[in-house]
C-alpha cells in the first residue's frame, strides 16, 4: 500500500510562529500536493510539486511556502502563522498527470493557531 | 480555472434508501472525474473515478456514478444506503491528462439514520 504519512495529527501553535508540516510518501511519487480541508469550503489546493525543487502555487498559496528537497519529502511552511490558517492539512502523492494513477492522501494535521 | 459544485451541503436519510449527490464542473474540455469519501477521522479514500468509455462507472461499496457529458455531471447514486456509509463525498475534477491540480467541490456531509 502506498503511504502518505504526515508527522503530526494535531498542532497548536502561537500566532507569529514559524511553523513546518512536514509530509512522506514512501512509492516514489512524482507528484506532491499539500491541500486545506475546512468545514462548507471542501479541499482546497495551497501548493504543489511536480518533481524535486519544483513547486506551483495553488489556488490559495498566500501566507504560505513549501520545500521539497527530496522526492519522497514535501514540506508545507507558515512564516507567521495566523489564526486564520487554523485549518485540517492534508497531503497527498501521485504518480504522473492526469490522476490516471490516483492520489493517495494522508491522515492530516489539524493546526490551530491561538 | 475549472471548478467542481456540490449541490447540497448536507443530506440526511434513513438507512435502505436510495442515493444521489450531485455534482457539476464547469470545464469545456476533456476531464477526469471522481467521487472521494471520507468516513469520520479517517483519510480520503477513493470511491470511483471516470476517464472515458462507459460513462456509468461502478465503484467500491455499491456506489456508482454516471457522466453526462451535455450536462457537466457526474452525480453519485447507491441504491441503498447503509448507517456506514455515514461520511463526507467529494467530487473533484482534473482538467486533462496532462494536468496535476485535482479541484475539488465543496464536499456533501452525508448521515444515514439507523
Known amino acids: 500500500d502506498v503511504k502518505v504519512t504526515q508527522s503530526s495529527r494535531y498542532l497548536v501553535k502561537r500566532t507569529g510562529e514559524k511553523v513546518f508540516l512536514e509530509c512522506v510518501q514512501d512509492?516514489?511519487?512524482?507528484?506532491m500536493f499539500w491541500y486545506r480541508q475546512d468545514p462548507g469550503l471542501g479541499l482546497r489546493l495551497i501548493y504543489f510539486?511536480?518533481?524535486?525543487?519544483?513547486?506551483e502555487k495553488g489556488d490559495i498559496p498566500e501566507g504560505y511556502s513549501v520545500s521539497r528537497e527530496k522526492k519522497e519529502r514535501f514540506s508545507l511552511i507558515l512564516e507567521s502563522a495566523s489564526t486564520n490558517q487554523t485549518s485540517m492539512y492534508l497531503c497527498?502523492?501521485?504518480?504522473?498527470?492526469?490522476?490516471?494513477?490516483?492520489?493517495?492522501f494522508g491522515s492530516g494535521t489539524r493546526l490551530t493557531v491561538v | 480555472a475549472q471548478s467542481v459544485s456540490q449541490h447540497n451541503h448536507h443530506v440526511i436519510l434513513s438507512e435502505a434508501a436510495s442515493l444521489e449527490l450531485g455534482c457539476n464542473y464547469s470545464?469545456?474540455?476533456?476531464?477526469?472525474l471522481f467521487w472521494y469519501v471520507q468516513y469520520p477521522g479517517q483519510h480520503l479514500q477513493l470511491l470511483l473515478k471516470?476517464?472515458?468509455?462507459?460513462?456509468l462507472v461502478k465503484g467500491i461499496k455499491g456506489f456508482e456514478a454516471e457522466f453526462i457529458k451535455s450536462k457537466f455531471s457526474f452525480n453519485l447514486r447507491k441504491p441503498s444506503v447503509q448507517w456506514s456509509d455515514t461520511a463526507e463525498y467529494f467530487c473533484?475534477?482534473?482538467?486533462?491528462?496532462?494536468?496535476?491540480?485535482?479541484?475539488f467541490g465543496k464536499g456533501t456531509k452525508l448521515s444515514v439514520i439507523p
Open positions: 510539486s511536480y518533481d524535486v525543487k519544483m513547486k
Open positions: 497527498a502523492s501521485s504518480r504522473y498527470t492526469g490522476g490516471a494513477y490516483g492520489y493517495t
Open positions: 470545464y469545456g474540455g476533456t476531464v477526469n
Open positions: 473533484a475534477v482534473i482538467t486533462g491528462a496532462g494536468s496535476y491540480q485535482l479541484t
Open positions: 512509492m516514489d511519487h512524482e507528484n
Open positions: 471516470y476517464f472515458s468509455g462507459d460513462p
